[in-house]
C-alpha cells in the first residue's frame, strides 16, 4: 500500500470547539483525532480492497467452466477478500454421505481429507443456510480436524459458509484466522455468505455443463455407432439380395428354361419384393452418409420444373393403378442452379408418399418461384405436391421428417426414413421442405430451393 504523504487533517468541528485546556491538551487531543482518521482511513482502503478483490473473484468463478476450476477459484478468491490466513472448500458426496476436502489455500491446520457428512459443519452450515463463527477451534467439533490439531491450534478462529444450491448441499467453505487476528466481522461475515451463494450457482452453472457434454459427447459416440451398424447391416444385405434378384431374372426371362405363367408370376412377386428391401437399403445407406456428413450434391443449371414433370410421369401408372387422378400442372420453366438427380431424389419421395398414403382423390404436383414469405432467404422456387390422402395432424407433423417415424402406416411399404434424407438434402441444396395438412383432407409438401441467376 502507499503511504499516504503526512499532513494535518483539518479537526472535526466538535474537536474545535472542545479545546480548551491549554497548549498540552490540545496537542494530546490532535493526535488522537489524527490516529482515529488514519484508522479510519486504513479501514476503508482495506474495505476497498476486499471489495475489488470480491469483484474479481466473483467474475473469475462466474468465468470458470470446469468444477475444479471453480472450486480454486472459490479457495484462493475467498483469501483475497478477507483477512483470513487460509481457506479450505469441502464438497458432499451426497449418494455415500461423506465430504472430502477438495481445496486448501494459504495457512490451513492439516484436515482429514474425507470424513462422514453427518454432523459435520458442512452438514451444519448448509442446514442452518448461513455462516457460522467459531471463535476458538478448541470449541470446533466436527470431523475435519483431528483433536490433536485442534488443540495445537486452539486459538485460532474459523468461519464456516454454505455452499448450498436451492436443490443440495454442495459444500462448505472455511475460511481460517491465526491467534490474535480479529475473527470475522458483521460485515465479513454477510460478504462471505454473499460469495458462498454465488459461488454455489457457479458450481450448480459447471455442473450442468458438464453434465451436458458428458450426454451430447455419449450421444455423439451412439450416432457414430448407430451410422457404422447401419452401413455394415446395409452392405451386408445389399449383396445378397442383389444376387437373388439376378437369378429370379434368369429365371423370369426363361433363360434357365420355360415356366409356367403361374410360376413366372410368383417369380415376379419375388422380384418386387427384393426391390422393395433394395430400396430400403437404399434409404438406409443414404441416411448414414447424410449423418456422416458424406452427402455430396452438385450445382448446374437445371430446370425443377422439367424434373417435376418427369416425376409426375414416373409415377402416373401407379397412381393410375390405384385410381387415382395424377395432375402435373407445371408448365413454367423453374429455372436455378441446383442437383437434378437430388431433385428428383426428393420429388420422387414426395410423389411416391403422396400415391402410397392417399385412397382415392387427386395427387397433384404444382409449382412456383418469388421473392420474400418463404423458410428460405432470397428469391425462392417451389413444387408443392399436394395429395387428398388422410392427412397429418398437427403435432406429428415436425415429427414425421425424423428418422424411422411412421403414422399408423404400418401396412405400407416403408422404414420411415424417406422424408429425414428429403430434408436433409433440401438443406444441403439451400432449400427446405415444409408441409401443410389437415386431418381427413390431404396434406401438401413443399420443397423450396434458393434461384439463383436467371
Ligand atoms: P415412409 O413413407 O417410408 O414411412 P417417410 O419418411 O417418407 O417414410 O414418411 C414418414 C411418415 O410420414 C409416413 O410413415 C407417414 O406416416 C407420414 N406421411 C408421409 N407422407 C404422407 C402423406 N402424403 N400423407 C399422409 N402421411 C404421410
Known amino acids: 500500500m502507499q503511504e499516504e504523504p503526512h499532513r494535518r487533517p483539518t479537526p472535526p468541528f466538535h474537536a474545535v470547539t472542545a479545546v480548551h485546556d491549554g497548549p498540552a491538551a490540545d496537542a494530546g487531543e490532535w493526535e488522537r483525532l489524527v490516529e482515529r482518521e488514519r484508522l479510519a482511513r486504513a479501514e476503508a482502503e482495506q474495505r476497498a480492497r476486499e471489495e475489488k478483490a470480491l469483484r474479481e473473484a466473483v467474475l473469475a468463478i462466474g468465468a470458470s467452466l470446469t468444477t475444479e476450476e471453480v472450486i480454486h477459484q472459490i479457495a484462493s478468491g475467498a483469501m483475497e477478500t478477507t483477512s483470513a490466513v487460509g481457506a479450505l472448500v469441502t464438497w458432499v458426496h451426497a449418494r455415500e454421505d461423506e465430504v472430502e476436502v477438495v481445496s486448501v489455500a494459504g495457512k490451513v491446520p492439516p484436515p482429514c481429507p474425507r470424513f462422514r457428512h453427518e454432523g ?108 457404422r451398424l447401419m452401413r455394415g447391416f446395409s452392405h451386408d444385405l445389399k449383396n445378397p439380395l442383389g444376387a437373388a434378384d439376378g437369378y429370379a431374372q434368369l429365371l423370369e426371362e426363361g433363360i434357365l428354361g420355360e415356366m409356367a405363367p403361374k410360376q413366372k408370376e410368383s417369380v415376379q412377386r419375388i422380384r418386387r419384393s427384393i426391390h422393395t428391401c433394395l430400396r430400403l437399403i437404399q434409404d438406409l445407406l443414404e441416411l448414414a452418409r447424410a449423418e456422416a456428413g458424406q452427402l ?75 421473392a420474400g414469405s418463404a423458410p428460405i432467404a432470397g428469391d425462392w422456387l417451389c413444387v408443392r405436391v399436394t395429395d387428398t390422402g388422410p392427412g397429418i395432424p398437427a403435432d406429428k407433423q415436425e415429427q414425421i421428417f425424423q428418422e424411422f417415424t411412421r403414422l399408423d402406416s404400418s401396412e405400407k411399404d416403408g422404414a420411415g426414413v424417406g422424408l429425414a434424407i428429403s430434408r436433409k438434402i433440401a438443406q444441403l441444396l439451400g432449400g427446405e421442405i415444409t408441409v401443410e395438412s389437415e386431418v381427413g383432407r390431404g396434406s401438401t409438401f413443399t420443397f423450396w430451393l434458393p434461384r439463383t441467376g436467371e
Open 120 to 227: 459435520s459443519y458442512t452438514e451444519k452450515v448448509a442446514a442452518r443456510g448461513e455462516p457460522i463463527l467459531i471463535r476458538r477451534l478448541a470449541d470446533f467439533d466436527g470431523p475435519l480436524w483431528s483433536d490433536e490439531v485442534l488443540r495445537d491450534h486452539a486459538d485460532w478462529s474459523v468461519l464456516v459458509v454454505p455452499l448450498a444450491s436451492p436443490q443440495q448441499p454442495i459444500g462448505a467453505l472455511f475460511l481460517l484466522r491465526e491467534p490474535g487476528v480479529a475473527p470475522s466481522t458483521p460485515d465479513e461475515v454477510a460478504r462471505s455468505s454473499a460469495f458462498g451463494q454465488l459461488a454455489a450457482l457457479a458450481l450448480r452453472k459447471v455442473d450442468l455443463l458438464e453434465e451436458a457434454q458428458k450426454r451430447s459427447a455419449a450421444l455423439e459416440r451412439l450416432s457414430k455407432s448407430r451410422t
Open 296 to 370: 455430396e450434391v452438385e450445382r448446374i443449371p437445371t430446370d425443377v420444373a422439367a424434373v417435376a414433370r418427369e416425376v409426375a410421369e414416373d409415377f402416373r401408372a401407379q397412381a393410375t393403378g390405384r385410381g387415382l387422378a395424377l395432375q402435373d400442372d407445371i408448365r413454367d420453366p423453374l429455372r436455378t442452379d441446383t442437383d437434378p438427380m437430388r431433385v428428383r431424389q426428393v420429388l420422387a419421395n414426395l410423389v411416391s408418399n403422396a400415391v402410397k398414403y392417399t385412397a382415392e382423390g387427386t395427387v397433384s404436383v404444382t409449382g412456383e418461384s418469388g
